[in-house]
């Protein structure tokens, strides 16, 4: 829960009051195939299917067909030390699907993975290179460290 609680009545006119709810919902990748046109979201456990549609159908102008909601529970382990049991927090996941036409996909946020990777396996080369050259240049010197050499 947040810290955001006001008054029931503040001195002045017109009431300064703003609503802001303690709601908040994350985007997930799910762990099982989904349809395109179905995204999965971990919410905030007060919330109910219609915040969730009013959420995203009002502030971020998404079309919602339906909402499907579960609430997952938190996992549970046993401290190793102490040997008490402690819970994680429940999560509420909500699938929703949105029209036929319309379908989400993660954006790819590496694009330039390919590139990289082989900068870095031609500077691995070259450093294999360079490390070898040491090491020929110091095998005449067996009993000197090879920081001493120059």
């Known amino acids: 829960m947040s810290t955001r609680w006001y008054p029931i ?28 046109n179905v995204v999965q979201f971990n919410c905030s456990l007060a919330m109910t299917k219609h915040d969730i549609r009013n959420y995203l159908e009002k502030i971020y102008e998404v079309p919602v067909v339906d909402v499907r909601t579960r609430i997952e529970s938190g996992k549970t382990s046993q401290d190793p030390h102490f040997g008490f049991v402690k819970k994680a927090e429940d999560v509420k996941i909500a699938y929703i699907t949105l029209p036929k036409e319309m379908s989400f996909e993660f954006p790819d946020i590496f694009p330039e993975d390919k590139k990289k990777q082989q900068k870095d396996e031609k500077s691995l080369d070259e450093a294999k290179k360079n ?20």
């Open 9 to 36: 009545y503040q001195k002045g006119n017109p009431q300064l009051r703003v609503f802001l709810p303690n709601f908040w919902m994350k985007i997930v990748r799910p762990e099982l195939e989904q349809p395109r």
């Open 131 to 150: 490390h070898k050259k040491f090491l020929d240049r110091n095998k005449s010197r067996p009993s000197v460290p090879g920081w001493f050499s120059i």
